[in-house]
């Protein structure tokens, strides 16, 4: 069974760093770009970064570059999520997401590419 499970998120006040995992099981991490993605209250899911299959590629979206760092350990089946200098307007659900590729330099925060999800961390930035 494919599962992908976040884990990492919590309440951090500005300014402050979390670390989320994106654990795989059910199948080999290295065919699948990786994509995180958040979701606020009311507001539509996005996608915060991407990671191709052996890491050669990363994308971020315009509000988090420079703050966050997505890395990827294939012998762990673990993709992470560096998030520092949290804003309170980083506040959401964040989910990883896999797409099945078989290019090693795709990598894109599109959300409708990619095929499974995992439930969701919720990260809280506030004082």
């Known amino acids: 069974q494919l599962q992908l499970v976040e884990s990492g998120g919590g309440l951090v006040q500005p300014g402050g760093s979390l670390r989320l995992s994106c654990a795989a099981s059910?199948?080999?991490?290295?065919?699948?770009?990786i994509g995180w993605f958040r979701q606020a209250p009311g507001k539509e899911r996005e996608g915060v970064s991407c990671i191709s299959r052996r890491g050669a590629v990363t994308n971020y979206a315009n509000s988090v570059k420079g703050r966050f760092t997505i890395s990827r350990d294939n012998a762990k089946n673990t993709v992470y999520l560096q998030m520092n200098s949290l804003k309170p307007e980083d506040t959401a659900d964040y989910y990883c997401?896999?797409?099945?590729?078989?290019?090693?330099?795709?990598?894109?925060?599109?959300?409708?590419?990619?095929?499974?999800w995992g439930q969701g961390t919720q990260v809280t930035v506030s004082s």
């Open positions: 059910g199948f080999t991490l290295d065919d699948y770009a």
């Open positions: 997401a896999s797409e099945r590729t078989i290019l090693f330099t795709r990598c894109v925060l599109g959300q409708y590419e990619y095929d499974y």
